[in-house]
C-alpha cells in the first residue's frame, strides 16, 4: 500500500466532476513515474466513526508533474480535500468512466 493526498476536484474553468479527483504523492514528479500506478484501485476511509469507505480507480496521470486522476465509485465529500486516500498495488477494471 502507498499514500496519497486529494489534493482537489478535476474542474475546467465552469464545470467540476463530483467523482473525479486529483491525488498527490510524494516522490513522483514525472508524467513517467505516475503512469506506473493507472489501474491501480484507491480507497479513502472517513475520519468519522462509521469508517465508511469509499472506492476508485486510477485512470490516468494529469499533466507532467506527476499528478494521479482517480475516479470514486461516487464522490468524495468536500472534507476529503488534502486527507490521504490508500493505493492498493492490484490493478482492476471495475469502476466505470
Known amino acids: ?3 496519497a493526498t486529494v489534493i ?3 474542474q475546467g ?3 467540476q466532476k463530483p467523482r473525479h479527483f ?3 504523492m510524494e516522490n513522483v514528479d514525472s508524467r513517467e513515474k505516475a503512469q506506473k500506478f493507472v489501474g491501480n484501485l484507491v480507497e479513502w476511509v472517513s475520519p468519522g466513526q462509521k ?3 469509499i472506492k476508485g480507480e486510477i ?3 494529469h499533466g507532467n508533474k506527476g499528478i494521479l ?3 470514486f465509485e461516487k464522490g468524495l465529500p468536500g ?3 488534502g486527507t490521504d486516500v490508500e493505493i492498493k498495488e492490484t490493478k482492476s477494471s471495475k469502476i466505470k468512466k
Open 59 to 61: 485512470k490516468s496521470a
Open 8 to 10: 482537489q476536484f478535476r
Open 69 to 71: 486522476r482517480a475516479v
Open 22 to 24: 486529483l491525488l498527490e
Open 1 to 3: 500500500m502507498v499514500n
Open 13 to 15: 474553468r465552469s464545470t
Open 51 to 53: 469508517k465508511k469507505i
Open 79 to 81: 472534507q476529503a480535500i
